[in-house]
């Protein structure tokens, strides 16, 4: 069992930045953030690999960039030049055991361990 926790969301406009921490109990081979905002599906924002290879939606390219600290036992989500579309729930995501190349196609509901979210709200 992984346990997850979030923690860094909050309310900025847009051009802001933000700096997402989700804090893990052991560490998996594919580790990541997903979002969903009202009225929407759930969609995959970054992921990261066991061999730190990342992965990006393209609406977060060059904005975001996700990275994980082993000693301090936490994925970061490092956001930058927020836009209004942005806004959401921010899930960190956990799955063990994934071969290299599926980490980046899996979906959502076969990530096993999931976070509580936290709000990333972009608004002027």
């Known amino acids: 069992q992984v346990q997850l926790a979030e923690s860094g969301g909050g309310s900025v406009q847009p051009g802001g930045s933000l700096n997402l921490s989700c804090s893990f109990s052991s560490t998996t081979s594919c580790m990541g953030w997903f979002r969903q905002a009202p009225g929407k599906e759930r969609e995959r924002v970054a992921l990261l690999w066991s061999d730190e290879t990342p992965w990006y939606t393209d609406s977060v390219k060059g904005r975001f960039t996700i990275s994980k600290d082993n000693s301090m036992s936490a994925l970061i989500l490092r956001m930058h030049g927020l836009k209004p579309e942005d806004t959401g729930l921010y899930y960190c995501?956990?799955?063990?055991?994934?071969?290299?190349?599926?980490?980046?196609?899996?979906?959502?509901?076969?990530?096993?361990?999931w976070g509580q979210g936290t709000q990333v709200t972009v608004s002027s």
């Open positions: 995501v956990a799955k063990p055991w994934v071969a290299a190349g599926q980490c980046f196609v899996i979906p959502g509901g076969d990530f096993p361990f």
